[in-house]
């Protein structure tokens, strides 16, 4: 690659399994991005230890701290955007964020969910998913946008429900693809090859009508 690579920041509330994955595989040379920072409104998160053991600059925006939502978005967007990123990486962040936050990102902004969107968006997809008997269930990048969970998506990954299935076991199948399907999106938005134009997903210059699957 002779491009410089593309400036991220990524956003986490808990124990950062994606990130990790997007760590090891930029540390690899799989991923032409710089991790320029990793911002948690928990400052629990065990998220942090893994950015802070790839020596990369944390910080806390405690959305405790606010009077409002709009005071915790604002504070939050200053400090992203001190690091001039190209693309804005939520990665297991738990808080909704704002019309104008979303607004300011539009475009370089996106999020991995925990199943096959439309379908289940919100908590608890993988109990949902059991619940109603689907035989299929899978993880979703997608832009964001202000309608939670609605965003334009990306790319998707499809496992199979199999009978005897707990939420945990799910769980992990789900989690496990979302660490194959996530760097590779980013990679594909790091390299200019996907681009979000008046809401739609374009793959290379071409539209595309459904959500890319990637198995
Ligand atoms: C993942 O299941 C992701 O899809 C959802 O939150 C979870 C975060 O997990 N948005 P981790 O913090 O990356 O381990």
């Known amino acids: 690659m002779t491009s410089s690579p593309a400036a991220v920041v990524v956003l986490i509330s808990g124990r950062g399994t994606n990130l990790q ?5 930029t540390a690899a040379h799989q991923l032409p991005i710089e991790i320029r920072a990793v911002i948690s409104n928990n400052p629990n998160a065990l998220g942090l230890e ?13 959305h405790r701290a606010f009077a409002s939502r709009a005071d915790f978005d604002s504070a939050l967007m200053q400090v992203t955007d001190n690091y001039r990123p190209q693309l804005v990486i939520l990665a297991g962040f738990m808080r909704i964020l704002g019309k104008e936050f979303i607004r300011h990102y539009q475009g370089r902004l996106i999020n991995i969910h925990p199943s096959l969107l ?3 968006p919100g908590l608890n ?4 998913a059991l619940r109603s008997g689907a035989v299929r269930h899978g993880a979703s990048v997608h832009f964001v946008t202000d309608v939670v969970d609605r965003g334009p998506v990306i790319l998707q990954a499809v496992v199979p429900v199999k009978p005897g299935d707990t939420v945990q076991t799910l769980a992990e199948r ?3 693809e979302e660490h194959r399907i996530y760097p590779l999106a980013i990679r594909w938005l790091a ?12 793959l290379d210059g071409k539209y595309q009508a ?6």
């Open 191 to 202: 390299e200019g090859r996907v681009k979000l134009h008046d809401g739609r997903i374009f």
């Open 118 to 120: 439309p379908e289940f």
């Open 125 to 128: 997809t993988h109990a949902r």
């Open 50 to 62: 893994r950015a802070r053991n790839a020596r990369l600059p944390t910080h806390i925006v405690d």
């Open 210 to 215: 459904e959500p890319i699957r990637e198995n």
């Open 174 to 176: 789900v989690l496990k």
């Open 21 to 25: 994955a997007i760590l090891d595989q």
